[in-house]
């Protein structure tokens, strides 16, 4: 069926100033079928289903809408941890600033060098989960990362290293447009955790392909930067062994617009996906979270729990969605989306949905709004806790079950201490 004129108009005029990097031949193919792809779905338009809650105008546009520079008065997240980092300047690689890349039980490359070499385990993965995703849902922002990526490492997990990556982005240009993509190869019984701090770009594009293995484990946790007048879409898309584990947590704090995607494939027995995310928005802020969950597998568990804590106007969207496969007994699918409204001019929009097509399950879903419990404000308010302290105290409550899925202790402190440097500086 050809596409609406509007559709096919945005299309084009967002395309005609990219320009196809040079790679070997699977290189070449993947970007040229992911670009046949997006030529055949279109950019999103606002009538579209899994757009209706976010305009994605800005992120259709040829250039990127200049977005002013933050200057940090706290230290970058995760910098206090041991742990071996990459650093990215609107979207550019910067080896001169990044730690020495090796590290045992990890390869780790750049997406450039890795798709100049004829022979390469990135030749089974880039693009092909980013293909996968984009059935029963369109994904066309992830089709344009796949077909035109500049930058971006590839990441080959053999062992248990003994400490995370992180992936750290500047942002330094007011127009500068990223578009970056990631691959991550979990091999059988190997565990690693993958750290993301930073706004990274004016407007930024990131695609994240993970395959774990049987039997290994990915942890992911980021925090997307401070510059509040960043634009942002993200992707990852997902592949779980027998017996693996995927878990997944963001903070989001500030952001005019961020849109943030997960495909998750669970196909392998007794596998685990958990992905959370906590959100925290005060004026023109747009945070859209968008999750969709397949179970393919027999006795798999998956959880989603995310929390937006919303003031002076803020909107935060939720689309979660738990398929269950003929043949996915024994599932366990666990979804929760709520938020928190401190005044009236905030906004939670919320779609949860199952699809179940095997009959021995256990699925929930839920999905509240409410503000301030007046109850729970007068205890503590009674007690001697001054009323915005109290307040702030209420909203970390709230927020504490999504991150607990953080395994790490110390990385959740550093999380809880940002949250509440958040609510400090916005408690007028």
């Known amino acids: 069926m050809a596409l609406p004129q509007a559709k096919l108009d945005a299309t084009e005029a967002r395309l005609a100033p990219l320009s196809m990097p040079d790679g070997s031949v699977w290189a070449t193919k993947a970007r040229e079928d992911a670009l046949a792809r997006l030529n055949t779905m279109g950019l999103p338009g606002p009538r579209d289903e899994y757009w209706r809650f976010t305009r994605p105008d800005t992120l259709n546009a040829p250039d990127a809408p200049e977005a002013a520079l933050f200057a940090e008065d706290e230290n970058p997240a ?15 690689f910067d080896s001169d600033a990044s730690d020495d890349l090796s590290l045992e039980g990890v390869e780790i490359m750049r997406l450039a060098d890795a798709t100049q070499q ?9 693009g092909v989960l980013e293909a996968r995703g984009q059935t029963p849902v369109a994904r066309p922002f992830a089709a344009l990362n796949t077909a035109f990526a500049t930058d971006g490492v590839v990441v080959r997990v053999t062992g248990k290293p003994s400490k995370p990556l992180h992936f750290r982005y500047l942002h ?15 091999e059988e019984g190997a565990e690693v955790t993958l750290l993301e701090a930073g706004p990274a770009a004016a407007r930024f594009n990131k695609c994240f392909e993970v395959d774990v293995a049987d039997k290994a484990a990915f942890h992911h946790i980021r925090s997307q930067g401070r510059d509040h007048e960043r634009r942002a879409v993200t992707h990852i898309f997902a592949r779980l062994g027998e017996e693996s584990v995927f878990k997944s947590f963001t903070l989001t704090a500030n952001g005019r617009l961020t849109r943030n995607e997960a495909f998750i494939e669970l196909t392998g027995d007794n596998a685990q996906a958990h992905i959370a995310g906590a959100a925290m928005g005060d004026g023109d802020f747009h945070h859209d979270d968008t999750v969709f969950i397949t179970h393919d597998a027999v006795n798999c568990e998956s959880r989603q729990v995310f929390k937006k804590v919303l003031k002076n106007g803020a909107v935060g969207a939720f689309q979660g969605k738990i398929l269950v496969k003929p043949g996915a007994q024994k599932t366990d699918g666990y979804q929760i989306s709520q938020s928190l409204l401190l005044d009236e001019d905030a906004q939670f929009l919320a779609k949860p949905e199952l699809e179940i097509y095997a009959d021995d399950v256990a699925c929930s879903h839920g999905s509240t709004s409410g503000a301030i419990d007046e109850e729970a404000l007068f205890y503590l308010r009674s007690r001697g806790v001054p009323e915005k302290e109290a307040q702030d105290l209420l909203v970390l409550a709230f927020l504490a079950e999504a991150i607990d899925e953080i395994e790490n202790e110390e990385i959740a402190d550093d999380i809880r201490s940002r949250l509440e440097g958040w609510l400090l500086r916005h408690r007028s």
């Open 172 to 186: 330094e240009q007011t127009d500068s447009d990223a578009i970056l993509h990631f691959l991550v190869k979990v």
């Open 118 to 126: 004829d022979i390469h385990w990135a030749k089974d993965l880039y």
């Open 78 to 92: 995760f910098s206090d941890l041991d742990r071996l980092c990459l650093v990215f300047r609107d979207g550019v």
